[in-house]
């Protein structure tokens, strides 16, 4: 008979053989008595029998992820987490950033434990700052800058000459970077400069000098480029 003829873990197994006529029979060692085996299962070395892969180990923010396949081990289910070196997350990150997508199979008494790490980036969107600008009054509001569907602008529009600092501030800070490769606030010095005015039609007088009782002078003008014409004597 076989006492402990079977098994499944890894382990050691002291099997028991006994002659079930101990009389008649005997071993080939020359005697009757029970014997012990000393058997053993070792533990086994995993393999990833498929290989985890990314499908691509960079996009831009907004674009199609990735595509993750796990891959088979040989034991094991493989586990799959991401990180970005502080925080561990379930779920593939969405926002921009430096990552890692972890494969992990937990090891066992049975069997040993594997891991695989594949980084990748999800870039962010890059957005171009305007030019400051420098404009000559003209009477009309001007601008600088407009809102758009990236960022605010803040002190954007002017009419009257004078310095304009236009403040542009991301609406997505996390996933929008400007050009200069940070997501700080722009701060534009624009500037309205003061005309230079002048007489559409210079004013003129018909004589200079005349005598008492004759008729007067005639006065004549017209308008400026910008404001009223004021005449005084």
């Known amino acids: 008979t076989v006492e402990n003829g079977v098994g499944t873990d890894a382990d050691k197994y002291n099997v028991v053989l006994t002659l079930k006529d101990k009389v008649n029979y005997k071993w080939n060692n020359g005697n ?3 014997i012990t085996l000393a058997c053993e299962i070792l533990k086994a070395t995993n393999v990833f029998t498929a290989d985890p892969t990314i499908s691509k ?28 070196g502080e925080t561990e997350y379930e779920e593939m990150p969405t926002n921009a950033g430096s990552y890692k997508v972890i494969f992990t199979v937990s090891g066992t008494d049975n069997y040993d434990g594997l891991v695989k790490e594949i980084e990748f980036v999800i870039e962010h969107v890059v957005v171009s700052i305007p030019s400051a600008t420098t404009v000559t009054y003209d009477g009309n509001e001007k601008v600088f800058a407009r809102e758009t569907v990236n960022y605010t602008v803040e002190n954007g529009v002017g009419t009257d000459a004078g310095k304009y600092n236009l403040v542009l501030t991301l609406k997505d800070k996390v996933n929008y970077k400007w050009t200069n490769g940070n997501s700080e606030d722009i701060t534009l010095a624009c500037e309205i400069v003061k005309a230079t005015n002048a007489f559409t039609v210079e004013p003129t007088i018909s004589k200079t000098n005349w005598t008492y009782g004759e008729e007067s002078a005639v006065v004549t003008f017209d308008k400026a480029n910008f404001g009223d014409v004021v005449v005084k004597y």
Do not use: L
């Open 57 to 84: 180990e960079t996009w831009t923010y907004g674009n199609t992820q990735a595509t993750i396949n796990a891959g088979e081990s040989s034991f094991g289910e493989v586990v799959v987490k991401y990180t970005d």
């Open 32 to 34: 009757s008595e029970d």
